[in-house]
């Protein structure tokens, strides 16, 4: 009898063992570069995210990056290193990377996108060396855990995981892990957080809501945080912190740092508008997006003169005209001052590392001086060809979306329209076109919205900024390619 219970415990234990193996078989890569075919004990891994913690199941984790951090000293000594890769002393800095540890991978990996091939060539032979799964990093050293719809970023609340496989049984402590993957194929913790510019001190953005008829109701949620339950606990996010959030079953949620899916926790939403505060259901409620020009959108952290697709990046580097080519009567009136572009008279610059773009949104902070003439004003170019260009042209409190026409020599104006004047003086400008649809927003407010003929769409061109009969200052460059 006691024999036969062994054998039935045996094969009790043995079934168990093969299905909870079954749902939580994954990938580990070690910092000394082992690989481990295992199994993981744990039923869930936390992480701390910056709106509070979170609880993840095994079986709903796709990747998992445990993260470490960096001191600034650190980095210093890595960005000396990584000036010398395309030099003579080239192959003393990859020894010294090499030796500095992982912490020197996410600039490495940076480092071999670069257009030097010197440089490319030596940070990829580190790269073999400290983190050959290939697994992006983010540069901030935060951890990383992916599920299926969710993105998120802190700090991981566990220690140690327990590993089962061939090898026997370990515990692995956490500081000696790079990646853990639960899904097959390439491992991808995931892509680089996108950077969004600071939103001034004590400031809400401006949001942008959609309802079930339609209606547009832009103005502040007239609270700080918003309370969101989530399946793996609650987050409370500051409004501040918001990018986007599409209302649904379940909702969907960007910030500034993570995106997550749950549930907004309020039936109200209150907006404070210029016209007064509306109280609204929050069933009633599609889509809540931050303005496009309130400081929402990212913009991508490149070293080189690439421009990724359907990311924010900057154009204007805020020390010289690199990039762009001076144009117009006035071609010397155009000078980097403070930060900024100063224009005056009839002048302007093209951009020139970036051909024949088609669908592109391009974006600026403008501020009008003073005008020099009737008629003055600034220009933000859309689309710049040898057969004519698209743009706005603006005053400072009105404004039209234009067409010009080299072969006739005469603009056409597509749309008119106005907008309030800043405190600041500063306006956030945002111009656009995806296939026959132009967009233009003024400080955060819709303006125009035009649809071109087809048959008179201009070809692909080049994005500019102008002047004409005004002085003014420009800020904040920047273009997002669309596909």
């Known amino acids: 009898m006691r024999k036969t219970l062994g054998i039935l415990g045996m ?9 909870w193996a079954e749902g939580h078989k994954c990938t580990v890569y070690t910092v000394d570069n082992q690989k481990l075919k295992a199994t993981i004990s744990d039923e869930d891994f936390g992480i701390r995210t910056p709106y509070g913690v979170l609880k993840v199941p095994t079986t709903d984790i796709k990747a998992m990056y445990p993260g470490f951090r960096v001191a600034e000293s650190s980095r210093k000594r890595i960005r000396s290193f990584i000036t010398k890769l395309g030099g003579p002393r080239g192959d003393a800095a990859v020894r010294s990377l090499v030796e500095m540890g992982r912490i020197t991978v996410p600039q490495l990996q940076r480092a071999a996108q670069s257009k030097d091939k010197a440089t490319a060539k030596r940070a990829k032979q580190a790269l073999k060396v400290l983190w050959p799964t290939g697994a992006k990093v983010p540069s901030n050293g935060s951890a990383v855990l992916l599920t299926k719809d969710m993105e998120l970023r802190g700090t991981m609340t566990w220690l140690s995981v327990k590993l089962e ?37 004590g400031r809400y953005p401006q949001l942008e809501l959609v309802l079930g008829d339609n209606t547009r109701i832009i103005g502040t949620l007239d609270t700080s945080s918003v309370v ?52 609204i259901d929050r069933d009633k409620v599609q889509v809540v997006k931050a303005l496009l020009a309130e400081g929402a959108t990212p913009v991508a952290d490149t070293d080189d003169d690439t421009v990724p697709p359907n990311q924010w990046t900057a154009i204007f580097n805020e020390k010289d005209l690199d990039g762009w080519s001076r144009w117009g009567k006035d071609g010397k009136g155009v000078q980097v001052e403070n930060k900024t572009i100063r224009m005056t008279g009839d002048a302007g610059i093209t951009y020139h590392k970036l051909d024949d773009v088609h669908h592109v949104i391009v974006a600026a902070q403008i501020k009008v001086e003073k005008s020099l003439g009737q008629g003055g004003g600034v220009k933000l170019i859309l689309r710049d ?42 306006h956030r400008i ?5 296939g026959s649809m132009m967009l233009a927003y003024i400080n955060g407010r819709p303006v125009g919205e035009v649809k ?17 009969r005004t002085d003014a200052r420009f800020r904040d460059v920047r273009i997002k390619v669309l596909q």
Do not use: C
Not at 253 to 263: A, E, N, P, S
Not at 387 to 396: K, M, P, T, V
Not at 405 to 421: E, G, H, I, M, P
Not at 455 to 465: A, D, M, S, Y
């Open 11 to 19: 094969v009790v234990l043995l079934g168990t063992a093969q299905g």
């Open 165 to 201: 496989g061939e090898f026997g049984r370990k515990s692995l402590r956490k500081s000696g892990i790079q990646l853990i993957q639960f899904t097959t194929g390439k491992a991808q913790p995931a892509s680089e957080a996108p950077k969004y510019p600071p939103l001034k001190e």
């Open 228 to 279: 969101i339950d989530t399946e793996y606990g609650t987050l409370t996010v500051p409004v501040k912190k918001l990018i986007s959030v599409t209302l649904g079953d379940p909702d969907r949620i960007i910030t500034r740092d993570i995106i997550f899916t749950g549930k907004l926790a309020t039936t109200t939403l209150e907006v404070k508008s210029k016209v007064g505060t509306f109280k």
């Open 385 to 426: 060809t040898t057969a004519g260009q698209y743009y706005i042209h603006f005053q400072g409190r009105q404004g039209m979306i234009a067409r010009w026409d080299n072969k006739t020599k005469t603009s056409q104006v597509l749309k008119q329209f106005q907008a309030d004047r800043p405190k600041d003086g500063w």
């Open 430 to 434: 945002q111009f656009g076109m995806l």
């Open 452 to 468: 071109i003929n087809p048959k008179q769409q201009l070809p692909p061109g080049r994005i500019g900024l102008g002047v004409w």
